[in-house]
């Protein structure tokens, strides 16, 4: 994954801080846009998960500042829900002018309902997400009530929301009471996923269920079980991130799918480790991988270790030749199973103790055979088994060259 910093203008003189984040590969199945609830921002945890995610399984994820939050320019205590939405589609705009047209809108709270609302001025956007929205703007209102007479007193005050500090004004206020969003909704004319928490202490469930009733197909709801309002465990906000991502293909226009698959004179395996810990993404003729290490050895044991990755290498390519094999032969294999375990050997223990190293590398593999198989046809698939492409390659010598490309 790249992770780019970058910024627009919001259309009003003010310069919007964002991350871009591009898949391992660079070459992204559709554009995204992530609008942050008003009490976090680009850098929140769970942003960061989600943008991230996302970014593994081949899309491009801008996520930005609103006015006033984060390293934003303006003062958000001088900012309105109608500024919030102008943003999201000031962030469309650019996303249109410098890479392509975002096609995923997903939006946190706020951000859903501004993005439900910005969607009808994005006209590429082909898929709305929103995650622990809420159905009315009057809702918000009742929360920042306890902030009105210190608004109306000073212009604007401060209120806790999910635990978090906020500088609110009166525009905002203004703005809460007179915008309607019930015929944006209705009309939202996209696809329309809607998450929520069923334990939503600060937005609650209600809001969803009013939503889901208000949208016109198609329409789908999931519910993050446990999940508090601003995601705040990994587990939750990397959860939402795969569904959106396995929903969103749906409805991508298939000439970007296209455009991604479609690469004949390119079928190198790209791999990508960032700046901190082992996690790393591999992307291997489109399809998206995670590799790491143990936790015991510094990694976060999010993906196999390199070594299992070359272990199931071998097992798959063993059982893929056996499948073929007796397909061929018309046996009665019905599936094969692969047991594979890496280990570093001292060569005394070996067979194999001329190479004088004091280590060397071994696998072992164990062949589970289904079916009415008889004795001859099982003796031969072991025999087949050691002939696998994978297999010759680890016996045979391998010459691996190294370029430094200068990005």
């Not at 554009?31 to 943008?51: G, P, Q």
């Not at 809108?105 to 001025?121: E, F, K, N």
């Not at 587990?235 to 479609?262: L, T």
């Amino acid at each position: 994954m790249h992770t780019i910093k970058t910024a627009f203008d919001n259309g009003r003189g003010q310069r919007l801080a964002a991350l871009l984040d591009r898949p391992v590969d660079d070459s992204p199945i559709a554009y995204a846009i992530f609008a942050h609830c008003f009490t976090c921002s680009k850098t929140y945890k769970a942003v960061r998960h989600i943008a991230r995610a996302l970014a593994a399984e081949g899309f491009a994820v801008l996520s930005f500042d609103f006015t006033g939050l984060g390293d934003s320019e303006g003062e958000f205590a001088e900012t309105s829900f109608s500024s919030n939405v102008e943003d999201v589609v000031a962030a469309a705009g650019y996303l249109t002018e410098t890479h392509d047209a975002p096609t995923v809108l997903i939006g946190h709270s706020l951000g859903g309902a501004a993005v439900m609302m910005a969607a009808a001025r994005i006209p590429s956007a082909t898929a709305i997400v929103t995650i622990g929205a809420p159905a009315s703007l009057s809702h918000l209102s009742e929360i920042l009530e306890p902030a009105r007479t210190g608004v109306e007193q000073t212009g604007s005050a401060e209120i806790i929301l999910a635990g978090r500090r906020i500088r609110i004004g009166r525009a905002l206020m203004d703005d809460l009471a007179e915008v309607s969003m019930g015929d944006a909704i209705s009309n939202l004319g996209r696809a329309l996923l809607v998450m929520h928490s069923p334990v939503d202490a600060v937005v609650g469930i209600s809001n969803a269920s009013a939503i889901f009733r208000a949208a016109k197909h198609p329409k789908s709801f999931v519910s993050l079980d446990r999940a508090d309002h601003l995601l705040s465990r990994a587990e939750d906000s990397r959860y939402a991130a795969g569904v959106i991502a396995y929903w969103s293909r749906k409805y991508i226009p298939e000439a970007q799918e296209e455009s991604k698959m479609a690469r004949p004179g390119d079928n190198r395996v790209v791999v990508r480790t960032g700046g901190t810990g082992f996690r790393t993404e591999v992307l291997a003729n489109g399809h998206p991988l995670i590799a790491d290490e143990p936790i015991s050895v510094g990694g976060s044991n999010t993906g196999p270790s390199p070594y299992e990755l070359l272990a199931a290498s071998l097992g798959a390519c063993t059982s893929m030749t056996l499948r073929m094999y007796a397909d061929r032969k018309n046996w009665p294999l019905e599936a094969v199973e692969v047991r594979l375990e890496h280990e570093k050997i001292h060569c005394v223990d070996c067979a194999d103790v001329a190479r004088g190293q004091p280590k060397i590398d071994h696998i072992s593999r164990e062949l589970v055979l289904e079916g009415p198989l008889d004795d001859a046809q099982r003796k031969r698939l072991v025999e087949i088994a050691d002939r696998c492409p994978v297999h010759r390659t680890l016996h045979s010598e391998i010459e691996v060259t190294t370029t430094l490309v200068h990005e």
